[in-house]
């Protein structure tokens, strides 16, 4: 074994051969990524997988570890990319300069854990779907000012993410909103990144508990159980106990086998009952609802006209990677 890895091998219920085989992928490579990927790198994860579409921008550099002035306007997973292999030559790395979304999936389920390191409520709900889906774990961070949080999702034995309200749900519906869709299409999030308080003290905090977490995965140790919330201000960090949620769309064994049942009167226009999925669910404007194939579009026709009782339709929402399989009872 390379000496490189010599004070490490020295901790209990170390092994390096299970981190060399490891593959762990980071979604998002501005502050929380970047340190959490090079503590990765330097402990010697095998593969790490970079997933990010954006671009260097100035505003980034107070706090995004791998970057410099000079790599304004590059890929942020070409820089990181190259940071990494400086930091240790031994780890392959993958650079995906795309949106998460359209990352090829068999790519992605071949990561033993996934670090969110995100700044968009929508992207990191389709991220906590996904690894569900695909029985990974999942190393969420966020941070804010002076405040940190991190939560470890081991998918069917731990709360994922959509479990609790700590997807806003007022960011979200703001997300779903026709001016949020405008702010989507016209700013990237570098733009409104520019409204969010950042610090890089923050990022060394959360960033480095994220890579801590994830060795831990790859280890084999019990992962963070609670939700941890850092107050950098006081010094504090607080646990906070989560719970499962037996209703969950996206991680309850119940609907993962069944469709989710939803009553309806007979008479109600597609267009409110749409509606009324939207906020029951907390879906996008961009959802669309499927009924054996077709796609059924916002219209004045009642749903008793298309659906007749205990007939399943399914709702393809952006913001959740897999389709919602629903059953409808109508009154
Ligand atoms: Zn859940």
Known sequence: ???RYNRQLLIKHWNQEKIKQSTVSLVGLGALGSVAAASLAMAGVGTLILIDMDTIELSNLNR??????GDIGKPKVKVSAQIIQELNSEVNVIEL??????APRHVLEASNVILDGLDTFQTRRWVNSFTVGANIPLISGGMFSFLGNLQVVIPQKTPCLECQSLIPEEKLQKACTPFGDMRKENQSDEDNDE???YVSSVSFVIGGLMAQEALKILLELPPLENYLFWDGEAGIFTPVPLERREDCIVCS???????????????QQISDFMTQLRYSFNLSSEMALLHQTQKITLSEEKVGDILESG?????VDPTLSAPLKFVINLD
């Open 311 to 315: 007939a399943i339709f399914r709702i």
């Open 97 to 102: 300069f795309m949106p998460i979304e359209k």
């Open 195 to 197: 409204y969010i308080p």
């Open 1 to 3: 074994m390379s000496e």
């Open 64 to 69: 995004q570890l791998f970057y410099r002035a």
């Open 253 to 267: 064994p119940r609907y993962q086998l069944q469709a989710i049942p939803i009553r309806s009167p007979t008479d």
